[in-house]
């Protein structure tokens, strides 16, 4: 019924930049928070930034600063515009979004399937 694909993952030296997208489709009425996590290996997964419908943006504090994250309603979008990256930026990033879905009468969690970005030189 939904689905999450992310894009925009890569190679990128250290100092570099990438912007991630995740785009939202299906039978969507509604999307309240977005998110991206990441998850590097041998390590949990964590909450990298998250924004609400209204434009509120939460950081984790190691990428205060370097990453931006925004969205665009009106295109069920996310994305994380990712500067001065460093190696242990490297993970697999991860799209989240609590959604309400057309017939099911309450939100919930989404994930898409993740894309990579190795930091390396």
């Known amino acids: 019924q939904v689905q999450l694909v992310e894009s925009g993952g890569g190679l990128v030296q250290p100092g570099g930049s990438l912007r991630l997208s995740c785009a939202a489709s299906?039978?969507?009425?509604?999307?309240?928070?977005m998110g991206w996590y990441r998850q590097a290996p041998g390590k949990e997964r964590e909450l990298v930034a998250s924004i609400r419908r209204s434009g509120s943006a939460n950081y984790v504090d190691s990428v205060k600063g370097r990453f931006t994250i925004s969205r665009d309603n009106a295109e069920n979008t996310v994305y994380l515009q990712m500067n001065s990256l460093k190696p242990e930026d490297t993970a697999v990033y991860f799209c989240?979004?609590?959604?309400?879905?057309?017939?099911?009468?309450?939100?919930?969690?989404?994930w898409g399937k993740g894309t990579l970005v190795t930091v390396s030189s």
């Open positions: 299906g039978s969507i009425l509604n999307i309240n928070v």
């Open positions: 989240n979004a609590d959604i309400f879905v057309i017939g099911l009468y309450s939100y919930r969690p989404y």
